[in-house]
């Protein structure tokens, strides 16, 4: 079964870090591009990062620019994200999705992830 | 960057009826737009990507139409568990950036 698992949300006050976790299963972890996409409580789908095959390259939305970090670790068939100096703005459920071409195919279940004091 | 619009913000219908949602962009995306349903508390579920082209499982009632800055998501007969939240989104042909758009929801009437 194909399936993407997230972990590491929390609570955690302005100015934290927290290092979410993606453990994927069922496909070639290696041969797809992974994004992070979050959707902040009421409100709509954004996305935030993503990340190709290799790890070679990387791209963010420009508000997590300088805070956040996505890598993989093909080897162990997982995607993190890295998350620093945090803010209330942040607070959302983060999903890993894998890319397929022009879209996300495949969504884990997400992990929420509060900024507050 | 790319912005995408979705019309109506709300749209309510009973079922058996035909929905017609619509996403447009701001600038030509040729056909790189995806469709999503997304309902409360479940990750969003793929329904059409490349403008047209259902995904794995999705049924039939479900199709997709537009190029350039002009999409449409249409439902032809409704049934119950189609009543959802439903996104359109774009990538970027490089570099790779997405945007959703804001959502349209789809009620009982």
């Known amino acids: 079964e194909v399936q993407l698992v997230e972990s590491g949300g929390g609570l955690v006050q302005p100015g934290g870090s927290l290092r979410l976790s993606c453990a994927a299963s069922g496909f070639t972890f290696s041969g797809y591009w992974m994004s992070w996409v979050r959707q902040a409580p009421g409100k709509g789908l954004e996305w935030v990062a993503n990340i190709k095959t290799d790890g070679s390259e990387k791209y963010y939305v420009d508000s997590v620019k300088g805070r956040f970090t996505i890598s993989r670790d093909n080897a162990k068939n997982s995607l993190y994200l890295q998350m620093n100096n945090l803010r209330a703005d942040d607070t959302a459920v983060y999903y890993c999705?894998?890319?397929?071409?022009?879209?996300?195919?495949?969504w884990g279940q997400g992990t929420m992830v509060t900024v507050s004091s | 960057e790319v912005v995408l619009t979705q019309s109506p913000a709300t749209l309510s219908l009973s079922p058996g009826e035909r929905a017609t949602l619509s996403c447009r962009a701001s600038?030509?995306?040729?056909?790189?737009l995806a469709w999503y349903q997304q309902k409360p508390g479940q990750a969003p579920r793929l329904l059409i990507y490349d403008a047209s082209n259902r995904a794995t499982g999705i049924p039939a009632r479900f199709s997709g139409s537009g190029s350039g800055t002009d999409f449409t998501l249409t439902i032809s007969s409704l049934e119950p568990e189609d009543f959802a939240v439903y996104y359109c989104q774009q990538r970027n042909n490089w570099p790779p950036l997405f945007t959703f758009g804001p959502g349209t929801k789809l009620d009982i009437k």
């Open positions: 600038q030509s995306i040729y056909s790189n």
């Open positions: 999705a894998k890319s397929a071409a022009t879209a996300f195919d495949i």
